[in-house]
């Protein structure tokens, strides 16, 4: 056994273990040793080393290598002393029992190394079953994250493109002159099912990079009313109450992070607001006193809405990937929206959190530094 083996031998026993097998061997061996001694006479000092063997066993099995040469050594002591003839003598009469001892001394070495190694390799085999048990587990999780993909990319991809194709067929068809009120629905078909398009293919974009750590924080000044302004280009303004003051001073975040974050905030909670209510967008600064690390003055972003909500107990869960909490609502609900939201807070620095509408629904809170003047 070379010396790194056996330096990790006697490090892989734990404490409480390698003091039990040194009490068990100064203990036992003696009140064994007592116990055989009016047994001297009927037994042959071969099937006496044979018990001490058992006891240096039992020592390894228990407390490890170190117990073990303990036992080993103190078996031989006793052994030699009180029941090799002549007894309480260093002298020793017949090769036989010379020999017996000899060998004795050696099997116990050998038996106390190898019960340790054993034990050594059962406890990496236990650990390697749990490093594949645990593999086995991501490997499954990866799995149903990727059925989950596969079916819920599947249908909100089939849906939006079987109205483009529908809406741009009916426009095509030979023959049919279509008023003007119902060009413009068709047209309105087409938009809205292309920016359900959109908002998918970003989203997994987003959610490939966040995966890969590809992503790439540039932070700088960034006013709040010019971020919300981008975001909901593309969202029907009339669903949205902003109140978004332009003289807040400018937030250190990445823009277009934060503008991807707005977005789908307001994406969410324009789908679960019932209709006849508005999301409302509201932003603040912190009272003085308060401040991040660096002491600077904290923004918040409010996005407001007036839906079912999320039960307490269940808000952890509303931040996974593929994880929908609630199918009601139209437009495209992979889960994504909200795992990027917190993913990209995170990579500016910032925080987000939800809270309890008063009057029922959801407020997500995004707190960024303001930055520094």
Known sequence: MSLSTLSGVVRGVGRTRRLSGVALAL????????????????????????????????????GGLVPAVLAAVLSFG??????????????VHGKDALVD????????????????????????????????????RELAAADRVRTALLAAVGH??????TSITAAVGALRQPGVSWSAEHQDELLLTIQESSDRLRSLVTNLVDMTRLRADAVTVRLGPVGLEEV?????????????????DEALPPVLADAVLLERVVENLVENAVRFTPAGRQVEIRADVTAPGTADGDGRPLARLHVVDHGPGIPQER???????????????????VGLGLAIVQGFTEAM?????????????????????????
């Not at 006793?78 to 002298?91: D, G, I, M, N």
């Not at 909100?156 to 493109?161: A, I, M, Q, S, V």
């Not at 808000?315 to 609502?329: K, N, P, V």
């Not at 620095?349 to 003047?373: D, E, K, Y």
């Open 27 to 62: 203990v036992g061996l003696p009140v064994g040793t007592a116990l055989l001694l009016g047994l001297r006479d009927d037994l042959a000092l071969a099937s006496i080393l044979l018990l001490y063997l058992l006891a240096i066993v039992v020592v390894a099995a228990v």
């Open 78 to 91: 006793l052994a030699y002393w009180f029941f090799t003839p002549p007894f309480h003598t260093v002298e």
């Open 101 to 136: 001892l000899l060998v004795f001394g050696v099997v116990a070495g050998i038996v106390s190394a190898i019960v340790e190694v054993a034990a050594r390799d059962r406890a990496a085999s236990q650990r390697q079953l749990a490093e594949q048990a645990a593999r086995t």
């Open 156 to 161: 909100d991809l089939r849906t939006p493109l």
């Open 228 to 244: 919300v302004a981008r975001a909901l280009m593309r969202e029907r303004r009339q669903d949205v109450d902003i109140d978004v």
């Open 315 to 333: 808000r952890t869960e509303m931040f996974s990937a593929f994880r929908q909490l609630d199918d009601r609502g139209p437009g495209p609900h």
């Open 349 to 373: 620095g910032a925080q987000v959190a939800a809270s309890t509408t008063p009057g029922g629904g959801l407020t997500m809170t995004v707190t960024l530094p303001v930055a520094a003047s």
